[in-house]
């Protein structure tokens, strides 16, 4: 008798935590995508079968011509947002009903992991964001812009150096060594070499700490999410303390120098330093005289001047900051470079259109470059623009509900969406990215898409590589800054070419959490002769 009962409860527990949620949205009302017990919709992921990516993308292509749909990320409810204008009224209009991200990092166990910008919530968030807004807009850019173009010009004259016509290079590990080097320059404040030193310390730190492919990390991704609670009872981290206290060490360092000496560096640090010393931050929504990084720019909401900015910032508060724009700077920025250079290998033409620029703005500033002509170049910024298009470096991003909100329906086949606190909605980048409606033949790169003629036809919340609202990414233009110097330089100098060992189509790896190209993005650098130098 007592082995059925245990077996009774068994059966009821596995179905109360297991298969009762995946009726979550049908209960609503709300088309949902038929989910797995336990794994919800991301068994394929799980498998190794599908990358994430290629997840949220199928998620969004699920519910055509909906304004939204429902998706499980194991058993927690998604609502995947469709429709542009459902969008905006959330991020933009309604915000405050939606102030943070998900929950992921414990600030008991992961304290510089959850006090970093992306993972604080409510007036913590508004706090930091203010204080950290001052930082990255078109004057900051513009005085930081020497770092980023120093390290640029150091990586491709490594393979000018080589004296070889066509060298074969991985473009992931390349690249990362190079936004390696300018976020250690700009976050944290100091110079390294990863090209010529490729065994550095900061490097190699660097490549541990973003590897999203090993089993440990697998597994601690997937716990935190599945079962968040136990992964704080056993005080489980994502990062070992050796990790987290590297990073804590160099801006201890850091500080202190610059404190006893009286050193001022145009970088994040500095920022924050003279916060910490009670200097106001004067952040404006518009410099006027000053170009901007791009289309793909995203501005600072009118939302912003009601925050206050923080009064008091230790040091953990800035290494916390520091290494969510090494994360940022390290892997999704190299991300993008990566696919950017495939695209121009694959379309020799857009290629050859661009080096055309190049060459013209070398040629007029006698061999220099300076922030404003590079800002200047409209055909790179289209290149670019479209890069960010088809390849955004995220591939979504998520809300909570922060109060009770209704989502009301508009056509026949819809009913009220009564969403609750800590309800998640999701929206899916790519899908917008990738929606035929919004760009015919989406899989098409094509720059002209971007044109002055062309780029005022695009929804304006149907482009969204750094996101939307006032929670979009602080440091989009300090990535299309880093993106830009590297493809003037590289591209000036070389011709980006297929080789033997180039997968094309590229496939998106299946291995990773993070977008890499299956078997490595390999590519050849062909020299090209230049008059000017």
């Known amino acids: 008798m007592i082995w059925l009962v245990l077996v009774t409860v068994l059966a009821f527990l596995l179905w109360y935590l297991c298969v009762k949620p995946m009726n979550h949205f049908a209960k609503m009302g709300v088309k949902q995508h038929q989910p797995w017990p336990i794994f919800g919709n991301q068994l394929k992921v799980i498998c190794r079968q599908q990358s994430f990516l290629e997840f949220i993308e199928e998620g969004y292509n699920h519910f055509p011509g909906s304004r939204y749909g429902g998706i499980y ?89 080589k004296k070889e016509d066509l060298v074969e ?16 320059t700009t976050a944290f404040g100091i110079k390294v070499d990863s090209i010529a030193d490729p065994e550095n310390e900061f490097y190699l730190m660097g490549k541990k700490t973003t590897d999203s492919s090993g089993i440990i990390i697998t597994i601690k991704f997937f716990g935190a999410l599945l079962m ?30 610059r404190e006893e000496e009286g050193i001022v560096r145009p970088d994040m640090i500095n920022q924050l330093l003279e916060v910490r010393k009670g200097f106001k931050q004067h952040v404006k929504l518009q410099e006027e005289t000053i170009l901007d990084t791009g289309f793909a720019t995203v501005k600072e909401s009118a939302h912003l001047g009601k925050f206050r900015q923080l009064k008091n910032l230790t040091n953990d508060d800035i290494t916390a900051q520091a290494l969510l724009f090494f994360f940022a700077g390290f892997d999704a920025i190299s991300t993008a470079i990566c696919f950017g250079a495939y695209e121009l290998a694959v379309n020799k033409d857009v290629q050859d259109k661009l080096r055309k620029e190049i060459r013209e703005t070398h040629e007029s500033n006698n061999g220099n470059l300076t922030y404003d002509s590079l800002l200047k170049m409209k055909y790179m910024d289209m290149v670019v623009s479209e890069m960010l298009r088809k390849w955004p470096s995220t591939g979504g991003t998520d809300r909570t509900v922060t109060q009770p909100y209704t989502i009301e329906p508009l056509t026949p086949d819809e009913s009220p969406v009564h969403l609750k606190v800590g309800d998640v909605l999701f929206f899916p980048i790519i899908g917008y990215h990738r929606d035929s409606v919004y760009y015919p033949d989406p899989l098409k790169f094509d720059p002209e898409r971007f044109s002055d003629e062309n780029k005022g036809s695009i929804p304006p919340y149907a482009y969204m590589p750094f996101g939307v609202g006032p929670r979009n990414c602080i440091g989009s233009r300090f990535a299309l800054l880093e993106i830009k110097a590297m493809f003037y330089h590289l591209v000036l100098n070389f011709e980006i070419i297929p080789t033997k060992t180039s997968k094309i189509p590229l496939k998106l790896s299946t291995k990773s959490f993070n977008p890499l190209a299956e078997g490595g993005f390999w590519f050849g650098l062909k020299r090209v002769s230049n008059d000017v130098k």
């Open 169 to 184: 290079i991985e473009f992931k590990d390349a690249f990362t060594r190079y936004t390696n080097d300018v976020i250690a």
């Open 228 to 257: 968040p609670k136990l992964f704080k009872i056993l005080k489980i981290k994502f990062f070992s303390d050796d990790i987290l206290n590297f990073f804590r060490s160099i801006v201890n360092q850091s500080v202190k120098f």
């Open 73 to 161: 990320q194991f058993t927690t409810p998604m609502l995947f947002i469709r429709d542009p204008d459902l969008m905006r009224q959330i991020c933009i209009k309604d915000f405050d009903h939606f102030t943070d991200h998900r929950n992921f990092f414990n600030a008991e166990n992961d304290p510089l992991l959850a006090g970093n910008l992306i993972a604080l919530k409510g007036q913590k968030w508004k706090e930091m964001r203010a204080t950290l807004s001052g930082a990255f807009t078109s004057s900051k850019m513009k005085n930081m812009f020497h770092l980023m173009n120093e390290a640029a010009e150091n990586f491709v004259n490594h393979f000018i150096d």
